[in-house]
């Protein structure tokens, strides 16, 4: 009895650090696709980003839809697909956008937001709220 105590009190810290792994590599991923649809719209001429660019010309500013694997203008239009939690974890900064995990700030159910510029420079960040804030 004591052993499978034993066994248990250690094996939860091992899982639950294995699950907020597994949520910053999806966050991670999405942040890439997100990366990958707006350098595509950029090349396309994407209709969203002509858009933001006649309303906005210094830059376009949309969010990604994780469902649909498109660029939308509004974030009432995206989906919240955050899944990092508060737990610090392994991911810091990446040049796909401000990713980063300190003690107080986890990304749990916020938006990407994407910013493309009139050169094609592209960044994606995870923003919460509704006007990004």
């Not at 949520?23 to 980003?49: F, H, I, M, P, W």
């Not at 995206?78 to 990713?99: P, R, V």
């Not at 159910?109 to 910013?115: A, G, S």
Request: proline share 3%; hydrophobic share 35%.
């Amino acid at each position: 009895m004591i052993a499978t105590g034993v066994l248990v009190a250690v094996s939860i810290p091992i899982f639950t650090s294995q699950l907020e792994k597994s949520r910053e590599s999806t966050d991670l991923a999405n942040l890439r696709a997100a990366k990958a649809a707006a350098v595509t719209a950029y090349l396309g001429e994407d209709g969203v980003l002509a858009n933001c660019f006649a309303a906005t010309p210094s830059n376009a500013t949309v969010f990604y839809n994780t469902s649909t694997g498109k660029l939308v203008a509004t974030q009432s239009d995206a989906n919240k697909c955050g899944k990092g939690t508060t737990t610090k974890g392994g991911c810091e900064k990446t040049t796909f956008g401000t990713y980063e995990y300190t003690e107080d700030l986890g990304v749990k159910d916020y938006y990407i937001q994407v910013t493309v510029k009139p050169t094609g420079d592209t960044t994606c960040a995870f923003v919460s709220g509704p006007s990004g804030g």
